[in-house]
């Protein structure tokens, strides 16, 4: 007699028919885990290829941000606020003064 099952004795041929079902069943359990490993990975890619989402993701993260440091510094929010102005303004004013003094 080979194994024992739940208390009894089991013949060579059931020990055999017993393991090879515990194998299947640990060969499905592998194949099933590793479906959800390789689906949690599917999923990473598509949110780190997804630029999108990740736009909205770190415009979420940068208004954030911006408000944490307008609460705390006002005044260098501000000073900041118009040093970006600034230089939209300059940047446009350069490309329409090319775009006319090209014509």
């Given at each position: 007699m080979a194994a024992?099952?739940?208390g009894r004795q089991l013949?060579?041929?059931d020990a055999k028919?017993?393991?090879r079902n515990l194998t299947r069943l640990e060969a499905k359990a592998n194949s099933e885990r590793a479906r959800r490993e390789f689906a949690g990975t599917l999923d990473a890619l598509e949110d780190k290829?997804?630029?999108p989402k990740q736009l909205q993701?770190?415009?979420a993260v940068a208004k954030v941000r911006w408000r944490r440091f307008a609460?705390?510094?006002p005044g260098a929010?501000?000073?900041a606020a118009a040093g970006v102005a600034l230089s939209v303004g300059v940047v446009v004013w350069l490309v329409v003064r090319a775009a006319v003094d090209g014509k």
């Open positions: 024992t099952d739940a013949s060579k041929r028919t017993h393991e290829l997804n630029v993701r770190k415009t609460n705390e510094q929010a501000v000073a």
